[in-house]
Nanobody, 124 residues
Framework: QVQLVESGGGLVQAGGSLRLSCAAS????????MGWFRQAPGKEREFLAR????????VYADSVKGRFTISRDNAKNTVYLQMSSLKPEDTAVYYC?????????????????WGQGTQVTVSS
């Protein structure tokens, strides 16, 4: 059974930092591109960042570029999202996702496996 489990969310003040983790079981992440998304209440799921299977290529949404960093450790079967300079508008449920497509970037439908999400709340 494939599982992606996010952790590291929580409550943080504006300007603070958090590091999210996404650990996989039943799936070797080394064969997958990985993405991070978020969804705020009443809004569509929003692409944040994608990393290629070997970490050699990353793509970021403009809304988080320069503040968020995606990374991976295939030996630990885990992907990370380091978030800094957090703003209240970053408040959302954050999801990791895995895709075996060669050219996946931001389309939700291109990802095959999803975690259950972790809540991030940024207070002003």
């Amino acid at each position: 059974q494939v599982q992606l489990v996010e952790s590291g969310g929580g409550l943080v003040q504006a300007g603070g930092s958090l590091r999210l983790s996404c650990a996989a079981s039943g799936l070797a992440l080394s064969g997958y591109a990985m993405g991070w998304f978020r969804q705020a209440p009443g809004k569509e799921r929003e692409f944040l960042a994608r990393i290629s299977w070997n970490g050699g290529s990353t793509v970021y949404a403009d809304s988080v570029k320069g503040r968020f960093t995606i990374s991976r450790d295939n030996a630990k079967n885990t992907v990370y999202l380091q978030m800094s300079s957090l703003k209240p508008e970053d408040t959302a449920v954050y999801y990791c996702a895995a895709s075996d497509r060669a050219f996946v970037i931001s389309r939700v439908d291109d990802y095959d496996y999803w975690g259950q999400g972790t809540q991030v709340t940024v207070s002003s």
